[in-house]
């Protein structure tokens, strides 16, 4: 079946650091995988997504994602985290039917000053 | 990018009450809306996928009769929750998908007194 998992619950980055999540996912053909942020009472936004092609994708408000089949995994990076980029950070998976989303349990991302 | 709508935003009923929430896609055609609940610190629980035309489709577990899921057209679709009881109070969210990609809604908080 497929999942998607988020191994670290909550993650606290000093701002000005660098940003790593990390997602690893269990699939049986080639993905289509998404990271999505959710800030406090708010709905999803997409950061960005990855169906084929390059496997370094750019996404918006400067995060990007490496998509690694070896490693089965979809990791976010931001080279320089700000304050506002402070929330919950989902990773997901189209399931094999592409009719909806696998949902990691997400990380929650603090950023201290 | 693709806009999602949701109204209301929040939601405060007596236990025994329906409550209504729309769901529009606001700059593109959505066959399939998707509505979800998510409990304080949790991930998103898919409950249904509506297909505009057709009968909603529930997940295992959400009562349909409960739950009543209209999609009536290619930008709305509606989620009624009937005879509302306080454990029903919880964060209710839904997306609509164009293409492989979800977009979703601002969500709407629902309590039940």
């Known amino acids: 079946a497929q999942s998607v998992t988020q191994p670290d619950i909550h993650i606290t980055v000093s701002e000005g650091a660098s940003l790593e999540l990390r997602c690893n996912y269990s699939?049986?053909?080639?993905?289509?995988l998404f990271w999505y942020v959710q800030s406090p009472g708010q709905g999803l936004q997409l950061l960005l997504k990855y169906f084929s092609g390059d496997t370094l994708v750019q996404g918006i408000k400067g995060f990007e994602a490496e998509f690694k089949r070896s490693q089965s995994s979809f990791n976010l990076r931001k080279p320089s985290v700000h304050w506002s980029d402070a929330a919950e950070y989902f990773c997901a998976v189209i399931n094999q039917a592409g009719t909806a989303l696998i949902f990691g349990k997400g990380t929650t991302l603090s950023v201290s000053s | 990018g693709a806009v999602v709508s949701q109204h209301p935003s929040r939601v405060i009923c007596k236990s025994g009450t329906s409550v209504k929430i729309e769901c529009r896609s606001l700059?593109?055609?959505?066959?399939?809306m998707f509505w979800y609940r998510q409990f304080p610190k949790q991930s998103l629980m898919l409950m249904a996928t509506s297909n505009e035309g057709s009968k909603a489709t529930y997940e295992q577990g959400v009562e349909k009769d409960k739950f009543l899921i209209n999609h009536a057209s290619l930008t709305l679709s509606t989620l009624t929750v009937t005879s509302a009881h306080p454990e029903d109070s919880s964060f209710y969210i839904c997306?609509?998908?164009?293409?492989?990609?979800?977009?979703f809604g601002p969500g709407t908080r629902l309590l039940v007194l």
């Open positions: 699939y049986g053909a080639t993905p289509y």
């Open positions: 700059d593109f055609q959505a066959t399939t």
């Open positions: 997306s609509a998908r164009e293409e492989k990609t979800q977009y």
